[in-house]
């Protein structure tokens, strides 16, 4: 009982193509986040929701577009993958207006061809 | 432009020594920092964190030090041990950004050699 995990763990693809990468928790948290590795190993935020509504949205092209169906949940639908997206994508999760930790998925690396 | 600062991308340690990372920041409002530990394949975890009205924090073998005049931290590990080979990321949070938002370092690369 992993208390956040994400599918898929890898994820090849080609350019072009629409894929969706999902999150869930079970840590009762109600902020839940995305982050990107990218080849430089920077993680850098990328979209925060608090309660199922967006709170951090970075300068993120629009083809990336979070969901999120419950509290327990933030999924990542990226349209039109380029090349430049190939990176790792953690979601990771805090209790809101805490200094709690964020809690991290293992990761889906995603390589687009 | 990077805001929090690892200089070094990999250190290598006796096991036994004292491992020391260091992290600087740039951004003055930050108050709250944390170190997160990562083995590959893995999400990053918590490891250590420090309020900025402390300069110092400790956790058994885990001790941040905080100097915020030079804006630097560091994490000392003593004894390292091989099983502390990882990388680690300094991250840095607080007022002039949203509440939530972590900024990461691009981490260190330790290796504890037996």
């Known amino acids: 009982d992993t208390a956040v995990s994400q599918t898929p763990k890898y994820l090849v693809t080609q350019m072009g193509n629409d894929k969706s990468i999902k999150c869930e928790q079970n840590?009762?948290?109600?902020?839940m986040y995305w982050y990107k590795q990218d080849s430089k190993k920077f993680l850098k935020i990328m979209f925060s929701?608090?309660?199922?509504?967006?709170?951090i949205n970075e300068t993120v092209p629009n083809r990336f577009s979070p969901k999120s169906p419950d509290k327990a949940h933030l999924n990542l639908h990226i349209n039109s993958l380029e090349l430049g997206d190939s990176a790792v994508y953690f979601c990771?999760?805090?209790?809101?207006?805490?200094?709690?930790?964020?809690?991290f998925g293992p990761g889906t690396r995603l390589l687009v061809l | 432009d990077q805001q929090v600062k690892q200089n070094s991308p990999s250190l290598s340690v006796q096991e036994g020594r004292i491992s020391i990372l260091n992290c600087d920041y740039t951004?003055?409002?930050?108050?709250?920092f944390l170190w997160y530990k990562k083995y590959p394949a893995e999400g990053p975890t918590f490891l250590i964190s420090?309020?900025?009205?402390?300069d110092k924090n400790e956790d058994g073998r885990f001790t941040v030090f905080l100097n915020k005049s030079a804006k630097h931290l560091s994490l000392h590990i003593v004894p390292s041990q091989p099983g502390d080979s990882a990388v680690y990321f300094c991250?840095?949070?607080?007022?002039?950004?949203?509440?939530?938002?972590?900024?990461f370092g691009p981490g260190t690369s330790l290796s504890v050699i037996p």
């Open positions: 990771a999760t805090q209790k809101w207006g805490s200094q709690e930790t964020q809690y």
């Open positions: 840590l009762g948290h109600d902020t």
């Open positions: 929701y608090n309660n199922k509504e967006l709170i």
């Open positions: 951004n003055s409002m930050f108050d709250y």
């Open positions: 420090i309020s900025s009205i402390k």
């Open positions: 991250a840095a949070k607080g007022l002039g950004t949203s509440y939530d938002k972590v900024i």
